[in-house]
């Protein structure tokens, strides 16, 4: 999922642009952060409204640049409206004021913890989700009270211009949400400009020199890298809702999703069922740009050379292959692959494919399971199937991943309250829910003295006896 594709040193055309961008999204920070929270929800809200109320022309527009079909894309804008009205009805109760307990020893004080915008955030969007993705950053920073400069997908520039114009109809001028387009040297232009957070979505490789670009002025980043998602299929499963899920997770919106499935690890016992079960459904999937399609085209070639690579390679170390094979991959569509029996060194395992590829292998025990889907380098989304939900629960408990989905699949996402990040090669930090907003603020501790303590420690004109007393004191409270 590469969104920037190349980081130049040399400032250019771009940074001009960039920076123009920034120096506006700064003069407007002051003014938006007075609206406080109850003005900026006001004014987000109405942004919700807004887009649901022109959702037709989003959801055309998302088509137009991906290529999805027409419900894929409208999943989209339902998640997109979901977020942002929890996002910003939310972001009172999370950031808001908070009094924190002094402790015994410096109970004459009272304390506030509050959590203050960074300014401005920098966000760099992905092409496979160009409306949802961006949103979760762009609303969370927006209703903490940063303003916004967003660069979307080179592949997707005028959903990134639709979103920042139907904000601007509801907020007027000054704008709060800037875009500004290009390929990677706009990328590297925002990342080095003196904006106060960068969240990036899109591929590992891409996510690394986002982070050293970010670097040389030490500006935090949020990463959203790429993901290898498993599935545990464990002996009790419901094995037609497991097979349904894991072609649905793996196919939808022909593979480019970042927390999309690409390995399943079943129980030996129900392996064939399971197996007969994914490939019946996966084979009657339609691919194409008509409207009883199920996948549309892969939007990036180059991706096109990477599916098809990772099947050859499977096929060449020994996997089966049980629906489609090489010729499923007719530019710009790929059809469904189910492969079986893949080593576990091979590229379909390793590597995200970023396409509709399902590897399917059998595994002696869940422990094994577990061991293998934890193996990689990748740890965004995973899922686990188990009639047993306490032991779905526990298997999920053991699973490298910063979302887990327990008899489901990708739930997490359609959860605006859940947090949605991962860890190792999938990259850190959060969007969505209390963990998402408190991303673009900075914590910020206020004591207050409210009368003058008997003893006073922290003067050098305290007594002779101040200290002893005071060990004397601890010893008591927490000595037993």
């Given amino acids: 999922m590469t969104t920037v594709s190349d980081f130049p040193a040399a400032a250019g055309p771009e940074a001009d642009g960039v920076d123009a961008a920034v120096a506006a999204a700064r003069s407007a920070q002051p003014g938006w952060d007075a609206l406080g929270f109850a003005g900026r929800r006001k004014v987000l809200l109405a942004w919700c409204t807004l887009i649901l109320r022109r959702s037709d022309e989003l959801i055309s527009l998302i088509r137009a ?9 409208r999943l989209e804008v339902v998640l997109v409206a979901h977020h942002l009205r929890w996002t910003a009805t939310h972001a009172a109760r999370v950031l808001g004021r908070r009094r924190v307990s002094p402790g015994l020893l410096m109970f004459n004080h009272s304390v506030e913890v509050t959590h203050r915008p960074l300014g401005v955030v920098g966000v760099i969007g992905p092409w496979n989700y160009p409306a949802f993705i961006p949103v979760g950053p762009v609303s969370a920073a927006l209703a903490a009270g940063n303003t916004v400069v967003l660069k979307p997908s080179e592949q997707t520039p005028k959903t990134g211009e639709w979103l920042a114009a139907t904000l601007a109809e509801v907020t007027g001028a000054p704008r709060v949400l800037h875009v500004v387009q290009g390929d990677g040297a706009a990328g590297a232009a925002l990342c080095r400009a003196a904006v106060d957070k960068v969240s990036f979505t899109g591929s590992s490789a891409t996510g690394r020199r986002v982070m050293a670009a970010c670097a040389e002025n030490l500006t935090p980043v949020v990463i959203e890298g790429g993901g290898k998602d498993a599935m545990v299929v464990a002996a009790d499963a419901d094995l037609d809702a497991a097979a349904d899920a894991a072609v649905w997770a793996a196919m939808t919106n022909a593979g480019q999703t970042c927390v999309g499935l690409e390995r399943v690890y079943v129980v030996g016992a129900v392996a064939d069922r399971f197996l007969d079960l994914v490939a019946e459904r996966a084979a009657g999937l339609r691919v194409g740009d008509g409207a009883d399609a199920d996948l549309g085209r892969i939007v990036l070639p180059k991706q096109l ?15 089966r292959a049980v629906v489609g094979g090489p010729h499923s991959i007719t530019p710009p569509y790929a059809a469904p692959v189910v492969l079986a029996d893949v080593p576990e060194d091979s590229a379909a395992v390793t590597e995200e494919t970023f396409g509709p590829v399902l590897v399917v292998n059998r595994v002696t025990t869940v422990d094994e399971a577990v061991a293998r889907a934890n193996a990689g380098g990748y740890g965004l989304g995973a899922a686990v199937f188990s009639r047993d939900r306490d032991g779905g629960r526990s298997i999920a408990a053991r699973l490298r991943a910063g979302m887990v989905s327990v008899n489901a699949v990708i739930a997490f996402a359609g959860m605006p309250a859940v947090p949605f990040g991962g860890v190792g090669d999938s990259g850190f930090g959060r969007v969505h829910g209390p ?8 914590t910020q501790a206020i004591t207050s003295q409210r009368f003058r303590p008997l003893m006073h420690p922290t003067s050098f004109r305290r007594g002779p006896g101040t200290m002893p007393t005071l060990v004397r004191m601890v010893r008591t409270l927490y000595g037993r």
């Fill in 65 to 73: 640049e991906t290529g999805k079909t027409a419900d894929d894309a």
């Fill in 435 to 442: 963990e998402g907003l408190r991303e673009f603020t900075r």
């Fill in 305 to 319: 050379d990477v599916i098809a690579a990772h099947v050859r390679d499977a096929l060449a170390r020994g996997a």
